[in-house]
C-alpha cells in the first residue's frame, strides 16, 4: 500500500484529500456494512449506516413473493445470487406466509452477504434470529446432493410458463 502522501500522484487532490480524512466515531449503527477479514486489524474500519430491515406487514403475498424473486437475483455477491435465486426458484411459490417472513428477514436483514453464505453452507454458525424451517430449507438445497450444475442464476421464462 502506498503511503498517504501529496506525492502519490493524486489528479484531483480535493478527492485524495477527503480520503485522508478519519471515519467519524461515535456514531455506531446496528446495521452497517464491516467488510471484514481474518487478517483485518480494524484500524481502518468504516462503518456505512444501513436503514433498519422493517417487515412490511401490509404487503399482499404475490407483491411479496415478486419482491423476493427480484432480491434474491439482485445480491451483493455472485454466489448469493446464484444460490438464493435458484433457491427461491425451487420453494418460493410453495413457502407459507410464516415462511416467507423467514426469507424476507434472512436475506433483508443482515448487511453482509456473506454472512448469508457461511451460514447456508455452515462455515459458520447461524444466529437464533434466523434459525428455522427456511434456514433448514437453505442448508439442505446449499448441500446440492443431487449434484445440479449451477453456475448462473435461472431464466426467468419458468414465470411466464407457470403464470398459464
Not at 446464484?82 to 411459490?93: D, E, H, P, V, W
Request: charge should be negative.
Amino acid at each position: 500500500m502506498l503511503p498517504k502522501t501529496k506525492a502519490r500522484g493524486c489528479l484531483l487532490t480535493g478527492v485524495c484529500q477527503a480520503s485522508w480524512r478519519p471515519a467519524v466515531t461515535g456514531l455506531v449503527s446496528t446495521r452497517a456494512y464491516r467488510g471484514d477479514t481474518p487478517d483485518d486489524t480494524r484500524g481502518d474500519l468504516i462503518e456505512i449506516p444501513l436503514p433498519p430491515w422493517e417487515e412490511k406487514l401490509d404487503e399482499p403475498t404475490d407483491i411479496k413473493r415478486r419482491r423476493l424473486l427480484y432480491e434474491s437475483r439482485k445480491r451483493g455477491m455472485l454466489e448469493n445470487c446464484i444460490l438464493l435465486s435458484l433457491f427461491a426458484k425451487r420453494y418460493l411459490n410453495t413457502m407459507s406466509d410464516n415462511q416467507l417472513q423467514q426469507y424476507d428477514r434472512l436475506i433483508n436483514e443482515p448487511s453482509n452477504d456473506w454472512d448469508i453464505y457461511y451460514w447456508a453452507t455452515e462455515a459458520q454458525p447461524t444466529p437464533d434470529v434466523y434459525q428455522g424451517e427456511v434456514m433448514d430449507l437453505l442448508k439442505e438445497f446449499t448441500k446440492n446432493r443431487n449434484h445440479e450444475q449451477r453456475l448462473d442464476a435461472p431464466s426467468l421464462e419458468y414465470l411466464e410458463r407457470d403464470s398459464h
